[in-house]
């Protein structure tokens, strides 16, 4: 019975990896990111924080309260272990 927990155990921490975001999508929220005259290392924030900053990006705001949001996105941010 121990061994079948322990294998359980196993093979659920051996899937909870946390995936890197695409390269690809990184390099595109950084050069975004500086039209808004904001700098960041996207690749060392993890894939929630490049997700918010990519959604943020998208939305259909006015310049300043993008920005705004931007700058919150980043002062919260998230880095990957």
Known sequence: MKRVFFALILSIAATQTV??????LV?????????????ADVSRFSLTT???LH???SENESYLDKRRRLKWIL????YKN
């Open 55 to 57: 959604f943020a990006l």
């Open 19 to 24: 995936a890197d975001a695409n390269p690809q």
């Open 75 to 78: 002062r919260n941010a998230t």
């Open 27 to 39: 390099a595109s929220v950084e050069h975004r990111l500086r039209a808004y005259h904001l700098q």
């Open 50 to 52: 490049v997700a918010r």
